[in-house]
T-cell receptor, first 112, second 111 residues
Framework: DAGITQSPRYKITETGRQVTLMCHQT?????MFWYRQDLGHGLRLIYY???????DKGEVPDGYVVSRSKTENFPLTLESATRSQTSVYFC???????????FGPGTRLTVL | GQQLNQSPQSMFIQEGEDVSMNCTSS?????WLWYKQDPGEGPVLLIA?????ELTSNGRLTAQFGITRKDSFLNISASIPSDVGIYFC???????????FGKGTLLTVNP
């Protein structure tokens, strides 16, 4: 099915562990984004990518790493998870126009 | 960076009432977008606006692109329980692909 998927949907981990959140889109969109959503802060951009092998920092990149070896995948890694990274994470992909940004269903991450 | 100020932060209304929310920016936007996020899901685009002064409807939803290009409004008429969720305004700002989002308006509809 066409669309954008995220996995896992829910994840509980412990402080200091490495966690990778997966994102996959089937539209061949050039742009992909990672956001985190926290109460009172709305959606904050973590990292984005304009194409395969091209990534850049967003508003809150510290503690996160991304890669994009294939157009359709954009994994987000927390190298050493902290409690402040407990959040809901959304991946999005976008075509050429800004009104073509589509969001995945989100991953709820809890860091104990 | 650019910021969007969205108000109100939350609204609690009775079913059947009309709702208004707005978004303002200190800089000009060439496109305004309104998203809705249902509980437990990702945001979904409701309406896109492309020209200053433009008024666009999508069912019971009506949005307007402000004349100054620094604000936008979203109205929901005759609210129903499924209107519950968070409404976000967004715009591309200086970049044509990176969106800036408002902090959202949480809407609760009492049946």
């Amino acid at each position: 099915d066409a669309g954008i998927t995220q996995s896992p949907r829910y994840k509980i981990t412990e402080t200091g562990r490495q966690v990778t959140l997966m994102c996959h889109q089937t539209w061949s969109h050039s742009y992909m984004f990672w956001y985190r959503q926290d109460l009172g802060h709305g959606l904050r951009l973590i990292y984005y990518s304009a194409a395969a092998d091209i990534t850049d920092k967003g508003e809150v990149p510290d503690g996160y790493v991304v890669s994009r070896s294939k157009t359709e995948n954009f994994p987000l890694t927390l190298e050493s998870a902290t409690r402040s990274q407990t959040s809901v994470y959304f991946c999005a992909s976008q075509g050429l126009a800004p009104d073509t940004q589509y969001f995945g269903p989100g991953t709820r991450l809890t860091v104990l | 960076g650019q910021q969007l100020n969205q108000s109100p932060q939350s609204m609690f209304i009775q079913e059947g009432e009309d709702v208004s929310m707005n978004c303002t920016s200190s800089s000009i936007f060439n496109t305004w977008l309104w998203y809705k996020q249902d509980p437990g899901e990702g945001p979904v685009l409701l309406i896109a606006l492309y020209k200053a002064g433009e008024l666009t409807s999508n069912g019971r939803l009506t949005a307007q692109f402000g004349i100054t290009r620094k604000d936008s409004f979203l109205n929901i008429s005759a609210s129903i329980p499924s209107d519950v969720g968070i409404y976000f305004c967004a715009g591309p700002g200086s970049s044509n692909y990176k969106l800036t989002f408002g902090k959202g308006t949480l809407l609760t509809v009492n049946p």
